[in-house]
């Protein structure tokens, strides 16, 4: 009895052991240290998600666009202002969301608070108008001039670019959060494993095609119709909310007719009714593609990884690929 008693003694000293370093070396820790998560805050979801997969419970994501919400317009609260203000990181890209960028100049935040996307992907360009009826929605050496105004912000449909923006983040909360330094690279290993395999997914579903153009609601997929030589035309500009004109929904629809486009896309965020006019129109169907700017609502089990090989099966079955 006695011995079993003293075992069980020595079994909780031991216990007790662990938890006595762990206060002690959080105790004496950096500035501001302790055990708080890192206060991140996003422009949009697809940032969010990264920050997310890279943080987890290491840092607290705020995502200044709520789920429904359509980003490139985000009108910002009071409280979000705030929050931006008082953040440890701030994801976003410049020229994407004006409030965000307002926000984040009025800030008074250190350099090394802001993580401007723009700054770490190679951006495209737009063509004059922001409409991109163009292959590739792509206007060439069209983005030198420094300014991000001009250029298209959608760099998360491309994996390659969303694994740039995956270790840019992870070694800024490095930076800011040394004592899990490790952690965050490792977790962007991951994320980047994930990204790269997603590449090859695109490249092999993509590579046999009947069509190699798409219709889109607004022009979204620059990106990722450059990454896998596919040719974007969108009904609307850049900004979802630019009207087209009637002679280029015309001209959308002769082309989506000589071309054998079968599919109109629409998407979760903004109204399908000009896809649905020019599908009518021109004999084609609507389906979903998403430019995963966000998700539909608080409950979403998707993910940018679910949406992204959504998007893959979409284009495949419009685009008839084998
Ligand atoms: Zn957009």
């Known amino acids: 009895m006695l011995r079993l008693f003293s075992a069980r003694r020595r079994l909780c ?9 762990a206060l002690a070396s959080c105790g004496g820790d950096d500035a501001g240290g302790s055990d708080d998560p ?8 697809p940032f969010a998600y990264v920050v997310e997969q890279i943080g987890g419970t290491m840092v607290d994501v705020d995502n200044l666009t709520q789920p429904g919400v359509e980003p490139h317009d985000v009108e910002l609260t009071a409280k979000q202002m705030a929050a931006v203000t008082d953040a440890d ?8 969301q004006p409030q965000v960028d307002e926000a984040v100049d009025q800030s008074g935040l250190p350099d090394e608070a802001r993580l401007d996307v723009a700054d770490v992907v190679e951006l495209l360009g737009v063509t004059d108008d922001g409409h991109t009826v163009e292959e590739g929605g792509k206007a060439e050496d069209d983005h030198t001039t420094g300014d991000h105004e001009g250029d298209d912000p959608h760099v998360w449909l491309d994996p390659e670019r969303m694994s740039e923006i995956a270790d840019a983040v992870a070694e800024r909360l490095a930076e800011i959060d040394p004592d899990n330094a490790d952690a965050y690279r490792t977790n962007a290993g991951a994320l980047d494993t994930e990204l790269t395999a997603l590449d090859t997914e695109f490249d092999e579903g993509l590579a046999q095609c009947e069509t190699r153009t798409f219709v889109t609601s607004h022009a979204a997929f620059g990106y990722l119709a450059d990454a896998y030589d596919l040719t974007q035309v969108a009904i ?13 929904l015309a001209d959308i629809a002769d082309l989506v007719e000589s071309q054998g486009v079968t599919t109109v896309f629409t998407e979760e965020l903004t109204s399908p009714r000009t896809a649905d006019t020019i599908a009518r129109e021109s004999g084609a169907t609507t389906a979903v593609l998403s430019p995963i700017e966000g998700l539909t609502d608080d409950d979403s089990d998707d993910t940018y990884l679910t949406l992204m090989r959504q ?9 008839r690929c084998s």
Do not use: D, M, R, S
């Not at 990181?89 to 994407?96: A, D, E, I, P, T």
């Not at 609307?236 to 280029?248: C, K, L, M, V």
């Open 38 to 45: 890192v206060k991140v805050v996003a422009g949009a979801y």
């Open 236 to 248: 609307a500009g850049i900004e979802p909310n630019t009207e087209p004109t009637t002679q280029q």
């Open 13 to 21: 000293a031991l216990a007790v052991a662990p938890l006595v370093l």
């Open 89 to 96: 990181l701030v994801v976003f890209l410049h020229g994407f």
């Open 311 to 319: 998007n893959l099966a979409a284009l495949q079955k419009a685009n």
